[in-house]
């Protein structure tokens, strides 16, 4: 449609203000088009909002404050020449956010698994592992525990 319309502009012999604004306007649009795609806004919160305004340099208070619910297309137009030019930030804003939306999802998906999620403990007391390693390890300790005592430790003697 841009195309066009400068296409019908460009064709006309006599180039008058009008067709010149128009023109100009076209071009301005025809730049930020490629970055509309990345504020469409699909699981932003409200702080991506916020940044992609301050980037846009859009009134957030005020008679002529924007908000993410009175927002319009006209918006963005408005600030085409400040959304072209910060077109890099823009993708980045919205990669930013699409990866807090895949991370909030994870998280959810593991909050519900760990809710369902059932273990059922058996134990096991008869030949285990587990009961030989501790009785090992009572041993263990009383071996030390003799060996301690037979050290002769001459600063304990001399308190004595």
Not at 30 to 54: I, S, T
Request: one cysteine or more.
């Amino acid at each position: 449609m841009l195309s066009k319309w400068a296409e019908s502009v460009r064709a006309d012999p006599k180039k008058d203000a009008v067709g010149m604004l128009l023109l100009k306007e076209i071009e301005k649009y025809r730049k930020c088009l490629p970055y509309l795609k990345f504020v469409r806004g699909d699981g932003w919160e409200r702080n991506h909002w916020n940044q992609l305004f301050a980037l846009l340099k859009m009134p957030t208070k005020g008679p002529s404050a924007v908000s993410v619910e009175s927002l319009t297309v006209d918006h963005f137009l408005d600030a085409a020449d400040a959304l072209a030019a910060n077109g890099d930030a823009v993708k980045h804003l919205h990669a930013q956010a699409q990866g807090e939306v895949t991370l909030r999802e994870a998280i959810r998906q593991l909050e519900m698994w760990g809710l369902e999620r059932v273990f059922t403990l058996h134990l096991q007391v008869r030949n285990s592992p587990y009961k030989k390693w501790c009785e090992g390890g009572k041993n263990y300790q009383r071996l030390v525990v003799v060996q301690v005592s037979k050290l002769q430790i001459p600063t304990m003697a001399a308190k004595r």
